[in-house]
Antibody
Framework: QVQLVESGGGVVQPGGSLRLSCAAS????????MHWVRQAPGKGLEWVAFIRYDGSNKYYADSVKGRFTISRDNSKNTLYLQMNSLRAEDTAVYYCAKGAISYSYWGKGTTVTVSS | QSALTQPASVSGSPGQSITISCTGT?????????VSWYQQHPGKAPKLMIY???NRPSGVSNRFSGSKSGNTASLTISGLQAEDEADYYC??????????FGGGTKLTVL
């Protein structure tokens, strides 16, 4: 069965960096686009970034463009999100999700807290 | 990248039907048949309920259905059950090659 397991979250100071990972199993990872979606405490879902199945194209929300980088290693079945210049408003649970047009499966999420 | 518009809350009694709307623009909801709906219970990850406007993934109850007219998509839940109480989000692909969510709707089963 499809499994997505996020890791790498934690507490970081404003201006700091973190790299999130999402380990995928149960499907042919290299054949699917992947998303990162986040949810601030008590708030709704916010789309963050998407990467095509082969990594050839990447798209970002305006709120993270220039600060976050999505990437993937198909040989390791792993998706990444490099987050730089973190701000308090980036505090959220970060989910990875499988799919292109829709998010067919979701991980359980990893929590990022940006605070001094 | 403005969020799609959903009602903040809806409610219904067991056995009734409810509809949640999701309004966007011709650059997102109205421009593509790429609207999807997600159910999220407290403390849990979202779950896909409807994709590409009206398609149900395997395993999702046929009590859930989706439709679209112009710039507004809708999720209908018939025969409401207690376990349907959750937050519901719509999402759409956009003409900017990005994705956008609605603000979410809290469904209360009375």
């Amino acid at each position: 069965q499809v499994q997505l397991v996020e890791s790498g979250g934690g507490v970081v100071q404003p201006g700091g960096s973190l790299r999130l990972s999402c380990a995928a199993s149960g499907f042919t990872f290299s054949s699917y686009g992947m998303h990162w979606v986040r949810q601030a405490p008590g708030k709704g879902l916010e789309w963050v970034a998407f990467i095509r199945y082969d990594g050839s194209n990447k798209y970002y929300a305006d709120s993270v463009k220039g600060r976050f980088t999505i990437s993937r290693d198909n040989s390791k079945n792993t998706l990444y999100l490099q987050m730089n210049s973190l701000r308090a408003e980036d505090t959220a649970v970060y989910y990875c999700a499988k799919g292109a047009i829709s998010y067919s499966y979701w991980g359980k999420g990893t929590t990022v807290t940006v605070s001094s | 990248q403005s969020a799609l518009t959903q009602p903040a809350s809806v409610s219904g009694s067991p056995g009734q039907s409810i509809t949640i709307s999701c309004t966007g623009t011709s650059s997102d909801v109205g421009g593509y048949n790429y609207v999807s709906w997600y159910q999220q219970h407290p403390g849990k990850a979202p779950k896909l309920m409807i994709y590409e406007v009206s398609n149900r993934p395997s395993g999702v109850s046929n009590r859930f259905s989706g439709s679209k007219s112009g710039n507004t998509a809708s999720l209908t839940i018939s025969g409401l059950q207690a376990e349907d109480e959750a937050d519901y989000y719509c999402s759409s692909y956009t003409s900017s090659s990005t994705w956008v969510f609605g603000g979410g709707t809290k469904l209360t089963v009375l």
